[in-house]
């Protein structure tokens, strides 16, 4: 019964949701995974592209679930942008489900941005066994901002391709943006230098490319593999590594569970942050670098409050 009452609910709920694209017939209709993608190619697009995101930014982007209504703007749409390295499993699946002949013909228009990003913890085997979602690499790339200046170049540069026509618009609007970036980057950089070298923690393995850039030094992570939960024994095995390193600082996501990394933060005298991989992921975040201004300035606070120590490398 709560089944089908269910299953109305969401009848009623996706009837009431409008599925066109557009509030003009003449802009680019564009489907992208993640809100980082639609942030960025909203600024170097501005009004020539609708946008449609499918990830919700709370929830975990390799567990999405697309629903009726991201078949059926994918079928309409002109351009779907990805982040590839496999972080998007379902993307395969939702564009078959969608049938979009468009999509089909012109390889162009199914657009992974990751060309030219170098991924880390690429496996010597790839496989999934037990459980690890992150079988190719770590997918989690958009974290270090300097890959972010790669993204907004592949973006300019295959939308160019796709619409000639404003090729030179969309390279002067990813110029804007990447000098944006990098003032920000500076500024980023200062903000958390005096902590350069010290030691975190992460619930999952999504912030090697964030710790790579501002020399942070993630000794653990909460799961023991991408995508498993942790077990007792685990568990108290982290605990110790982490009273032995003064491990101060554990980052979660607004959907990962809470009660593992505050438990930990208790027994470790640490703190507990939650900070955001996708602008929307917490409500300061309205864009890529308002994202990365939140994360910046919640670390440096926690840092400033715990007095971090800084930690050797644990190889
Ligand atoms: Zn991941």
């Known amino acids: 019964m709560k089944r089908i009452l269910f299953s109305m609910m969401f009848t009623v709920l996706f009837l009431a949701v409008p599925v066109a694209f557009g509030k003009t017939g003449s802009q680019i209709r564009v489907v992208a ?11 170097i697009a501005g009004d020539l592209i609708d946008i449609y995101t499918i990830a919700p930014p709370k929830r975990d982007v390799h567990f999405v679930q697309p629903t009726p209504k991201d078949v059926l703007m994918t079928k309409k749409a002109d351009v779907f942008i990805m982040t590839g390295g496999e972080l998007e499993i379902w993307a395969g699946p939702l564009l078959d489900a969608a049938g979009n002949l468009a999509l089909k013909e012109n390889k162009k228009r ?20 037990e459980g690890d979602i992150h079988a190719f690499g770590n997918p989690h790339y958009w974290t270090d901002p300097r890959n972010v ?17 404003h090729a030179q618009m969309f390279r002067q609007n990813a110029g804007k943006l990447k000098t944006r ?44 593999k991408p995508g498993i939960p942790p077990g007792s024994k685990y568990l108290g095995e982290l605990m110790k590594q982490i009273k032995e390193n003064n491990v ?34 917490v409500s300061e975040a309205a864009d890529y670098i308002g994202m990365m201004d939140h994360n910046v300035e919640m670390l440096a606070k926690a840092f400033e409050t715990l007095g971090q120590q800084n930690n050797k490398r644990m190889k």
């Open 110 to 129: 199914v657009f992974d941005v990751s060309r030219g990003i170098e991924f880390l913890e690429i496996p010597t085997v790839l496989t999934r066994a």
């Open 248 to 281: 101060r600082v554990i980052i979660r996501e607004p959907f990962q569970d809470r009660s593992a990394p505050s438990r930990i933060a208790q027994e470790t005298g640490g703190e507990v942050l939650t900070l955001g991989q996708f602008p929307g992921a």
């Open 33 to 43: 995974t993640t809100r980082v993608l639609s942030s960025l190619i909203s600024d």
């Open 149 to 165: 200046r790669i993204m907004i170049d592949n973006m300019a540069e295959q939308f160019g391709e796709l619409y000639p026509e």
């Open 181 to 224: 970036l990098d003032e920000k980057m500076k500024l980023w950089e200062k903000r958390l230098m005096p902590w350069r070298g010290a030691g975190i923690v992460t619930y999952h393995k999504s912030w090697s490319y964030f710790a790579e850039w501002f020399g942070f030094n993630v000794i653990a992570e909460i799961e023991p």
